[in-house]
């Protein structure tokens, strides 16, 4: 079972101490790798013996881990904690399938309780450092690290998702944060990587430059755009996968900016023998 499955199942079966000890672990998360009962119990307001007893499900539920001098919060206990606080905002009222497993995340299909679908994408920077961290001990402390980025990383790309929306840049629309996890529009199409026909290759093309144009107008630079974050659902296109997007005012804004157009302009060259002069492009989007 991935962390999330695991969090999706224990969120039905867990009861409201255990997501007071949950919370309190999280909340401690930014001071602590670990964290003793005591230290549990005076956080979450509780007896010391209901603390140990709820932890101990916790454990039991595979959302903590116990090493020598108390308990770690893991990853399936992030991912529970951020279901849990969707649920209870009635953001959504659960989970579908997997709809893309990134580099740096998974995503899945979400039911509002309207049953609408929406997507989840929980934050998975450093996956490849904290897979073994139950086995390994070592790792306790680069999972800290990992899950404090990530939590950074979800308001960063919610953050930007709220300006480039507002701005009428074509982005997922953002419905809530939830530490490492963002709710947003869920888009029925797919990566350009992957689409095999386009109408108009240079239409398509000249709607991403569009939206990089009205993005770098909020002061926001993708940083990351390729085939793989721009989603094309049969007549628009959508940018996707902000949270490493940057000002205009960062000392490398314009080397990414170039390499972001292009990205793109070398896609459609392979893939669409379309020519488009890179310094066309970059007027453009700075016009
Ligand atoms: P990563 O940093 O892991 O690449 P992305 O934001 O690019 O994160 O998301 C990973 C994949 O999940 C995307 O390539 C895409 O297939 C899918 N995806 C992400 N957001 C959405 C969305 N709002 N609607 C539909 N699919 C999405
Ligand atoms: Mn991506």
Known sequence: MSSAEVAAKAVKSI???????????????????????????TKARMHVDKAAFSINKLNQMGLVVKRTRGYS????????????????RNIIIGMGSSIGVGKESDVF?????????L???????????????????????QLHHWLLVNISAAKREFNALNILHKSGVMVPTPYALAKHAIVMERIQGSRLIHCDELKDPRHTLESVLDNVRLALKVDLISADLSEYNVLYDGSD????????????????ADALLKRDIQNMLKFFKR?????????????????
């Open 237 to 252: 296109v959508w940018i996707i996968d902000w949270p490493q997007s940057i000002s205009v005012k960062h000392p490398n």
């Open 109 to 117: 299909d979400a039911f509002t309780p309207a049953q609408k679908i």
């Open 119 to 141: 997507a989840i994408k929980f934050f998975r920077i450093g996956r490849t450092s904290f897979r073994d961290v139950k086995r390994k001990r070592s790792f306790s402390s």
């Open 271 to 287: 893939k669409y023998g379309l020519k488009y002069e890179l310094t066309d492009a970059l007027n453009y989007v700075k016009g």
């Open 15 to 41: 009861e409201h101490e255990e997501f007071k000890i949950l919370t309190a672990l999280t909340e401690l998360l930014r001071n602590y790798e670990s964290v003793t009962i005591t230290q549990l119990a």
């Open 73 to 88: 919060l893991i990853m399936a206990g992030l991912d529970a904690l951020a279901l849990k606080i969707l649920v209870d």
